[in-house]
């Protein structure tokens, strides 16, 4: 079974940049899509970002679009989630998940925090 762990959030300022990488053991990690996952507080987690399992597609909520990348490295057994232009909204415990693109999700991490500061 996959084990994910995130890691690579933190404290920033409004415009900032951060890179999260999350690292998966324990299974068969490459033949899944994997994808990114976020949750403000008093809200529901909601979907961030995507990619298929070989990296040749990837899928962005709207709110990030053009702002966020998510890349893999399968040798590595790791995805990453590089953040640009960061915007207090971005605020949240963002998670790394295997599973369908979009959903649905067979397993995730812990999370990592991202704290945006205006």
């Known amino acids: 079974q996959v084990q994910l762990v995130e890691s690579g959030g933190g404290l920033v300022q409004a415009g900032d940049s951060l890179r999260l990488s999350c690292a998966a053991s324990?299974?068969?990690?490459?033949?899944?899509?994997m994808n990114w996952l976020r949750q403000a507080p008093g809200k529901e987690r909601e979907f961030v970002a995507a990619?298929?399992?070989?990296?040749?597609?990837?899928r962005y909520a709207d709110s990030v679009k053009g702002r966020f990348t998510i890349s893999r490295d399968n040798a590595k057994n790791m995805v990453y989630l590089q953040m640009i232009s960061l915007k207090p909204e971005d605020t949240a415990v963002y998670y790394c998940a295997v599973g369908s693109v979009g959903g649905p999700y067979m397993k995730w991490g812990q999370g990592t925090q991202v704290t945006v500061s205006s």
């Open positions: 990619i298929t399992w070989s990296g040749g597609s990837t």
């Open positions: 324990g299974g068969t990690f490459r033949m899944y899509a």
